[in-house]
């Protein structure tokens, strides 16, 4: 195992808060690294924010990586109130923020809903995206061309039933960070505590989540089988997907059995749970991605 930016000496490495606006819409992120250096993207998970790589971007050697909050995450914008969160819309936001950065060509690491818009990009515009790393999410969950009209009808549903929900108050930071310990997915306590402090706002009573209610909500349209093997067909950056032995593949059916049809995309399980790039293997993934980016 290499030394990383000091890191294993015990030198602390903070980032760097910067801003940019798409539109109308204002996005956090946080910065490692100078520029000048290898160009990395960095897009977090749902319902994560970009304190999700705060613990593999200090980990990786010769990288300029940007961290996005991704609408309705963190400290960016929600969407506008009676629209649904469709992620082929992070999608033109992402590209609309590295060309602000005045990358051209740049790596994309993206984990679980991350790792589906990232894949969407390098399929979009394969020219852009040098390096591809996934890790713990691929693609979404495929759908028939026959569900479209229910899941727009659900996506309309949901977006009128949630723009008003009223997240919790949590009277502490303690308390908010227990709530999200106990979870979907199972993380360490301090990976919960990473993802919370970004992820709460003060207001009256305590602290509340910043992101938007309607992220719990169905997107406008899925994609089918066919859409998603489009994409994925189309990249053409070096590409490798980093799965965790107890993460999202126990959760989605054939998803091994799909993956054998992309010989093309090199796959590396860890031990580990879905945020297992937070966590105890962070030096292995870290590992996995200069492999991939041809850093030492």
């Given at each position: 195992m290499t030394a990383h930016n000091g890191i294993e000496s015990g030198q602390e490495v903070r980032p760097r808060e910067v801003a940019f606006r798409v539109g109308s819409m204002h996005f956090s992120a946080q910065e490692w690294g100078e520029p000048g250096k290898t160009p990395?993207?960095?897009?977090?998970?749902?319902?994560?924010?970009?304190?999700?790589?705060?613990?593999?971007?200090?980990?990786?050697?010769?990288?300029?990586?940007?961290?996005?909050?991704?609408?309705?995450?963190?400290?960016?914008?929600?969407?506008?109130?009676?629209?649904?969160?469709?992620?082929?819309?992070?999608?033109?936001?992402?590209?609309?923020?590295?060309?602000?950065?005045?990358?051209?060509?740049?790596?994309?690491?993206?984990?679980?809903?991350?790792?589906?818009?990232?894949?969407?990009?390098?399929?979009?515009?394969?020219?852009?995206?040098?390096?591809?790393?996934?890790?713990?999410?691929?693609?979404?969950?495929?759908?028939?061309?026959?569900?479209?009209?229910?899941?727009?009808?659900r996506s309309i549903s949901d977006v009128k039933d949630l723009q008003d929900k009223q997240p919790p108050i949590y009277p502490s930071l303690d308390v908010a960070t227990n709530a999200r310990y106990r979870g979907r997915f199972k993380l360490t306590r301090q990976a919960a505590q990473l993802l919370t402090e970004r992820g709460l706002r003060l207001v009256p009573g305590g602290y509340t989540l910043s992101s938007d209610a309607r992220l719990m909500g169905a997107s406008a349209f899925k994609l089918t089988q066919a859409h998603i093997q489009a994409f994925v067909e189309r990249i053409v950056a070096k590409t490798v997907l980093i799965l965790a032995k107890d993460g999202l593949t126990k959760k989605f059916d054939q998803y091994q059995e799909n993956l054998g049809l992309f010989p093309h995309i090199r796959v590396e399980v860890l031990p580990g749970n879905h945020h297992l790039h937070m966590e105890a293997e962070a030096l292995r993934v870290a590992d996995i991605i200069h492999g991939c980016i041809g850093q030492p």
């Open positions: 990395v993207l960095a897009l977090h998970g749902w319902l994560d924010n970009s304190a999700s790589f705060s613990v593999l971007a200090p980990l990786l050697n010769n990288v300029h990586l940007v961290a996005l909050d991704m609408a309705g995450h963190g400290q960016s914008d929600f969407r506008p109130s009676n629209q649904p969160y469709n992620i082929w819309e992070d999608v033109g936001e992402l590209f609309a923020i590295a060309d602000q950065m005045g990358w051209e060509r740049f790596t994309l690491v993206g984990h679980s809903r991350g790792a589906i818009i990232s894949m969407l990009a390098a399929g979009t515009f394969p020219e852009r995206i040098e390096n591809l790393v996934l890790i713990d999410g691929l693609w979404p969950d495929p759908v028939t061309a026959q569900q479209a009209p229910e899941q727009l009808a």
